[in-house]
Structures are given as C-alpha cells and as structure tokens.
C-alpha cells in the first residue's frame, strides 16, 4: 500500500485528492445503523484491520462514525515532508518475522491484537464477569482467521459467505471455540447484532 501511494504521489495525486476519494465511499445505511446500535447496548467498539489509520480514520469522520469506536488497530499511516502519504506495518520488520504467526501477514497478526485486547478488557474482572464478557468478531479475510481462534466458547465469530474467513473456518471448524453467525449483506449484520446483543 506504501508502494501504491508513492505511484500516486508521482501521479500528482495529493492528500487531499485521496481525502476526498475517501469520503465518497459509502456505507450501508444497516451498517451505520448496527454500529450505532451495539454502541447503544454498551459495546466497546474496536477496528483491527489491515487497511491504514488515515484511510479508517478519514472514511469514519466523513460518516460521523469515529466516535463510537473506543481503539482502532490498523497500520500507521503519516503524511511526509513532500506530502505523500506514508503507510508503515503494524508489527514493523525486523530480522526474521516481526510476529511469528505463520497465519498472519507479515505487517500484521489480527490474533496477537486480538490476544491482548481480550487479556486487558478481562484483566481485574471476577470469574463470573469473565464469563459473562462476550466477544463478537467480524471479518472476511484470510488475515481474520488466526483472531478468531483465539475467541472462546460463548464468543461470537461473524464471517460473510463465501469468503476467505469463511472458506477458512468451513474448512477447519473443529479449531474454532466461538459461535460461528455467518452473513451476506449488510441487513444480515445489523439482524445479527439484534440478535445477539439485546437482552
């Protein structure tokens, strides 16, 4: 993605034309609807993605959305000394795998992120609010299958059909503990999180 916005400053394209790109991208009116919908169930809402903090930032901010998210987990981004926008790995390169999760890219390992969210959300609770603690996680990518072996039972693992999650989970469901919802659009999203997050 660093490559890609370097052709792109060499293109002549600036910041602020990728800004405004970015603000076009729209979002199902569902999605808007079930993200605030979680919030309003008291839902500490997190991004791990591997997109970009300037790209997630500026797509939340253009739908009034940035606000309900508690922590975003993405690769850093920055605008440099020229005004190209730099994009940097997650877990940044050293000799020999930055993370070494075989399952993960290079840049990023979803599950580590989702390793210690879990230990600091649990961290001083009683073994009953441990319990009773529930984690919905929702992807689509390959990168999204190491985080959902690490939820556990009474979790919640959301996959859209027929894509790499969940070619993946289908393929090796004996390894994932969580309860598996799987989707198709939007509508399906916002349904689900009625489901599982009202009382």
Same mark, same amino acid.
């Given at each position: 993605?660093?490559?890609?916005?370097?052709?792109?400053?060499?293109?002549?394209?600036?910041?602020?034309?990728?800004?405004?790109?970015?603000?076009?991208?729209?979002?199902?009116?569902?999605?808007?609807?079930?993200?605030?919908?979680?919030?309003? $169930?008291?839902?500490?809402?997190?991004?791990?993605?591997?997109?970009? $903090?300037?790209?997630?930032?500026?797509?939340?901010?253009?739908?009034?959305?940035?606000?309900?998210?508690?922590?975003?987990?993405?690769?850093?981004?920055?605008?440099?000394?020229?005004?190209?926008? +730099?994009?940097?790995?997650?877990?940044?390169?050293?000799?020999?795998?930055?993370?070494?999760?075989?399952?993960?890219?290079?840049? $990023?390992?979803?599950?580590?992120?989702?390793?210690?969210? $879990? +230990?600091?959300?649990?961290?001083?609770?009683?073994?009953?609010?441990?319990?009773?603690?529930?984690?919905?996680?929702?992807?689509?990518?390959?990168?999204?299958?190491?985080?959902?072996?690490?939820?556990?039972?009474?979790?919640?693992?959301?996959?859209?059909?027929?894509?790499?999650?969940?070619?993946?989970?289908?393929?090796? +469901?004996?390894?994932?503990?969580?309860?598996?919802?799987?989707?198709?659009?939007?509508?399906?999203?916002?349904?689900?999180?009625?489901?599982?997050?009202?009382?």
């Amino acid at each position: 993605m660093d490559k890609m916005m370097g052709e792109l400053h060499d293109q002549g394209k600036t910041i602020s034309d990728i800004e405004q790109s970015l603000k076009t991208i729209p979002l199902y009116p569902e999605t808007i609807r079930a993200i605030k919908f979680a919030f309003s $169930m008291g839902c500490e809402l997190r991004i791990v993605s591997d997109a970009n $903090m300037f790209f997630i930032k500026t797509i939340l901010q253009a739908h009034d959305l940035l606000q309900y998210f508690t922590e975003i987990k993405t690769n850093p981004a920055f605008v440099d000394e020229k005004g190209r926008l +730099r994009i940097q790995p997650f877990h940044p390169f050293t000799e020999g795998p930055p993370h070494g999760c075989s399952l993960c890219p290079p840049n $990023m390992c979803k599950g580590a992120i989702i390793d210690e969210i $879990m +230990r600091k959300s649990l961290e001083g609770e009683s073994v009953e609010s441990v319990d009773k603690k529930q984690f919905i996680y929702l992807g689509d990518g390959s990168g999204d299958f190491c985080p959902s072996l690490k939820l556990r039972d009474g979790d919640h693992v959301l996959p859209i059909k027929e894509y790499p999650l969940w070619k993946l989970i289908h393929k090796n +469901r004996d390894l994932v503990k969580a309860e598996v919802h799987e989707w198709s659009n939007a509508k399906d999203v916002e349904d689900l999180f009625v489901k599982l997050l009202k009382p």
